[in-house]
């Protein structure tokens, strides 16, 4: 997520801005721009969305009268819906090769998310098929938001820049706010920077060989 973020969506987003307004600080602004109102639509619905952490605990609005499991669902839901609408940005601008590098890097990491979200309902008494089937419609906001990224950057050129940066944005406050501080508890921050390093150079070589 944090190599698509900048090889994906933030340089492509300086491009498209560059192209507008030539080379100079209003490129850079309307991308600077763009992503602290990413990070921030994030962030809002991280405050307004009752959700649980296994690590940092809940967050959000009081949410008593949903299950623990449920809440963390809802956690996975705001996570995998900027990441959506970034591989929906990815292919309204550059089509196969701008959104492939996106949706192959982005599937990969959320294979171990879905099945986080499975064995949580199997330990709550779920059975497979249900755990299953809920692991799988929290993955169905991310077309959700591939729909609407690639479509608003279909009818409207002039938001490619804005639209780019806004999904990086969104991506960035995730992976800063929640996935790091997640995976660097409990003594694991060796294991975890590894992992950031070969998730890093893998989307890299995807990114370049793909697009």
Known sequence: MLAASFFSLIIPALDAAELRFEIGAVPAAIVCVAILIGMGAVALMN?????EHFRSGR???EGASLKRVWLFIIAITIHNFPEGLAVGVG???GGVEGGLPLAI???????????????ALLGEGYTRFRAWGIAAMTGLVEPIGGVL????????EPLLPWGLAFAAGAMLYVI?????PETHRSGHQNKATLGLAIGLVIMLFLDVWLG
Do not use: D, T, Y
């Not at 405050?47 to 959700?51: D, G, I, S």
């Open 105 to 119: 890097g982005i599937g990969l990491q959320n294979a171990p998310e879905g099945l986080a979200v499975a064995v």
């Open 91 to 93: 292919f309204g601008s």
């Open 149 to 156: 990224g690639a479509g608003i950057i279909s009818l409207s």
């Open 176 to 180: 800063s706010h929640e996935i790091i």
């Open 59 to 61: 967050e959000g609005p």
């Open 47 to 51: 405050e307004k969305l009752p959700h």
